[in-house]
């Protein structure tokens, strides 16, 4: 990744599948942030992973993972800040719900916005809108 400029803000990606990782990334790219990728959902440590709370815009999790799920990165998140913004994706099924229930919760513990999978650029860009963030 190169260098960002100053006013740049990074989204942190949590997912376990390569090709939706890079495909956010890619999306996060197109719209003006510099995405930080994380692939093992087991490591993540809120007060570690955020960082300063000013320079993330955002975190972009996929509820459905080994290890911790999203829900409990959620959790997490928001007992450290409720201002950093929270975007829950959801493609998959588990033995504990549908997409459509895992992102329903997720709304009550406090995201910003939720997109099923599959989506598109445009889909994405929506979902930064209606979680406040400015789209290039």
Known sequence: ???RSAN???ILIIEDDADVRDLVARFCTKLGYMPAIMAESRFFDAGLDIGPVEEIAAVVTDIFMPGKSGIQIIKEIRGLS???KIIAISGGWSTQGS???ALMAAGLLGVDA???KPFTLEDFK???KEAGLPVS
């Open 1 to 3: 990744m190169g260098r």
């Open 8 to 10: 740049q803000k990074r």
């Open 82 to 84: 409720e201002s950093v």
């Open 99 to 101: 997409r459509e229930d």
């Open 114 to 116: 939720a997109l099923a």
């Open 126 to 128: 929506s979902c930064l």
